[in-house]
């Protein structure tokens, strides 16, 4: 098939928390069409073996492509560190664009003690995904990392600020960041993690940047489009929304991510 | 097929949580042969909706009567609610045991004041198979009910006590607790929630009756065996354990439900 920037860029996450790369990618390139892919169905990802994330993916992207898709967003780190040379093979001619060495460019970008701390997913942080990119990027930096597995969940279940979000911050980056010689940077290595960054602010203090890898994905992306020639002039049609479960569940969570434009959400099975 | 006393009992859940009822079902009944399915490539069935959950569970169920058990115990509570009547047809003569009807029952026997809490995961609570079962047997019993969807990755990462998880059950049940006119009687209708009594007890309070399923589940599954004169005599074969995914974070998170006893752990497809 030849590829043509009247089609649409495919994003595929395990649920709602790449909606968060979709908002960036449509906030940089408003003109573009985006088909969003959300394997509700099997959420989370971050707990599960490789090879199960890796059949998962493979099955979401055969279903992007069927879309007609000219790229493909990996809305995901999971999915991302477990299977993007795998998808990049599988897909052929169309771009695929994960999140991972995006955000660690971005995190070495800004920290001056190259001291960078980044949490995930417990599939995430075991990959050792970011910490190899930032090692690879810029060898002299020191990278302590922490798989979060309730962030998750949390973000999900809408408990984005408040006491008992506040204690489970704390318990997971409390000590990383009580130290004088402390990271100055917080790589948010998961997609959902963003709508916790009011909380997270309160632990790890206002001096600490917060890197999340939405903005830096989006820029990649149009940097490979633009590369390609494949930019859209116009907008070709509605964006959409698939789900493998529960569209009810994923348009009421995942306004919390688009802040309040979600359109109709279209049930799939995969 | 004819079902013979000496073949073992299947358990099935969507992850780690039913190993409470396995417990409770090894104490009781400790010359019986277990073997249990924990569904953890797709867990949790709690946040999905209804279709999915019948599918998966009768995957399960497939699965597990490729084992030649004698009887079913679906050791999860939203398995129970969205697929018992479809298990029965499809099993057959294989005596199918839920973990619902048990639990209303056991808590409808000690609520003092006819009134009683109950907690699950969104579609348990969803469903509304509590509070239909606990209108059934006592149709004067008020039921005040509410999901706790962090509950069970709460359990599953290990966080049992503390102040993180304190302030999680206080955000959750707080107020329903809060009144004089409060019920008497918290129901557990989850098999993951045994696992966080201790911090539950601080919100509720000392004098609050807290039933899980397991205890009364074991008891119903005794009855239903002897009745058809299916108890074992003696054990036939070591206890297994499938996964169908990752056996590894199996076992660990596995080992805070079995207090420490848990063989090795068997990677399945289903």
Redesign the interface.
Same mark, same amino acid.
């Given at each position: 098939m030849t590829l043509s920037a009247s089609l649409p860029i495919g994003l595929f996450d395990s649920g709602v928390g790449g909606l968060t790369v979709f908002k960036a990618v449509r906030d940089l390139l408003p003109r573009e069409t985006l088909v969003y892919l959300g394997d +509700?169905?099997?959420v989370p990802y971050g707990?599960?073996?490789k090879d +199960?994330i890796v059949k998962y993916t493979l099955g979401a992207a055969e279903k992007l492509r069927e879309q007609n898709i000219k790229a493909l967003i990996i809305a995901c780190n999971t999915a991302t560190s477990a299977a993007l040379p795998t998808l990049r093979e599988y897909l052929g001619s169309i771009p695929v664009i994960g999140v991972i060495d995006p955000g660690a460019e971005a995190a070495v970008r800004v920290s001056e003690n190259k001291k960078i701390a980044v949490i995930g997913t417990?599939a995430t942080i075991r990959a050792k995904a970011y910490q190899k990119a930032i090692a690879r990027i810029s060898p002299g930096t020191r990278v302590v990392s922490r798989a979060c +597995? =309730?962030f998750?969940? =949390?973000a999900? @279940?809408g408990?984005l600020s408040? @006491?008992?979000t506040e204690?489970?911050c704390?318990?997971y980056l409390g000590d990383i960041f009580a130290d004088a010689d402390a990271p100055d940077t917080l790589l948010l290595g998961c997609t959902h993690f963003p709508l916790l960054i009011p909380a997270l602010r309160k632990v790890v203090g206002e001096k600490v940047k917060i890197v999340d890898s939405a903005k830096a994905t989006a820029l990649r992306a149009r940097d490979a489009l633009e590369a390609a020639n494949l930019l859209a002039w116009e907008k070709s049609a509605p964006d959409r929304f698939f789900t493998t479960?529960?569209p009810e569940?994923f348009a009421r969570t995942g306004k919390l991510f688009l802040e309040g434009k979600l359109d109709e959400v279209e049930l799939i099975d995969i």
């Open positions: +509700t169905a099997r707990v599960k073996s +199960t417990e +597995t =309730l998750v969940p =949390l999900e @279940e408990w408040g @006491e008992a204690k489970i704390e318990k479960d529960n569940r």
